[in-house]
T-cell receptor, first 117, second 114 residues
Framework: GAVVSQHPSRVICKSGTSVKIECRSL??????MFWYRQFPKQSLMLMAT?????????EQGVEKDKFLINHASLTLSTLTVTSAHPEDSSFYICSARVPGLAEDTQYFGPGTRLTVL | GESVGLHLPTLSVQEGDNSIINCAYSNSASDYFIWYKQESGKGPQFIID?????DKRQGQRVTVLLNKTVKHLSLQIAATQPGDSAVYFC?????????????FGKGTKLSVKP
């Protein structure tokens, strides 16, 4: 099946620093990737849609200057949390649409646990 | 933001029994539905999907039922095993919707007793 990886799996940083999270499609090319955030015991909330070669589309209420998304290649999208604060601590998960399958099917990465001290 | 006091609905079953997890969706225009399994500290794992032109689809040990009249989706797991313990999310999508965005339900925690 389609494999999506994320790096790092876990990161702890100080308040005010920036953190970059990578999402890679390992065995396919993904023109569209999605970034979600999940707080404890809650569902996944879509943050933004990442499109290869163009600007990301952000959901309402998500600050695009705080959560920078770059989709520079067909296998890599990055999410940078800038000037992170403790309230940004969360589980960040990416997904990718798999070409050739049902257009709506998304496969998810393993997630990145961000803790901001 | 985070809701204080929020907890997931929990379904507790005995190993070997069948499990039924329910989901109500809100958008009558949704035409594609997916069930995901999420284990603690991991990303969601695709289980099974169904399109709105079907009312039932079977996989290995899992069956998804769709009732469009009452906007209800269910996941049936046969002979539930300890490895099935996880949080299960339903997700809906509108074909041709905003780049295929999925809308996730709140989730149900399945706990399997040995």
């Amino acid at each position: 099946g389609a494999v999506v990886s994320q790096h790092p799996s876990r990161v702890i940083c100080k308040s005010g620093t920036s953190v970059k999270i990578e999402c890679r499609s390992l065995d396919f090319q993904a023109t569209t990737m999605f970034w979600y955030r999940q707080f404890p015991k809650q569902s996944l909330m879509l943050m933004a849609t990442s499109n290869e070669g163009s600007k990301a589309t952000y959901e309402q209420g998500v600050e695009k200057d705080k959560f920078l998304i770059n989709h520079a290649s067909l296998t890599l999208s990055t999410l940078t949390v800038t000037s992170a604060h403790p309230e940004d601590s969360s589980f960040y998960i990416c997904s990718a649409r798999v070409p050739g399958l049902a257009e709506d099917t998304q496969y998810f990465g393993p997630g990145t646990r961000l803790t901001v001290l | 933001g985070e809701s204080v006091g929020l907890h997931l609905p929990t379904l507790s079953v005995q190993e070997g029994d069948n499990s039924i997890i329910n989901c109500a969706y809100s958008n009558s225009a949704s035409d594609y539905f997916i069930w995901y399994k999420q284990e603690s500290g991991k990303g969601p794992q695709f289980i099974i999907d169904i399109r709105s032109n079907m009312d039932k689809r079977q996989g290995q040990r899992v069956t998804v039922l769709l009732n469009k009249t009452v906007k209800h989706l269910s996941l049936q797991i046969a002979a539930t095993q300890p490895g099935d313990s996880a949080v299960y999310f339903c997700a809906e999508n509108i074909r041709g919707g905003s780049q295929g965005n999925l809308i996730f339900g709140k989730g149900t925690k399945l706990s399997v007793k040995p």
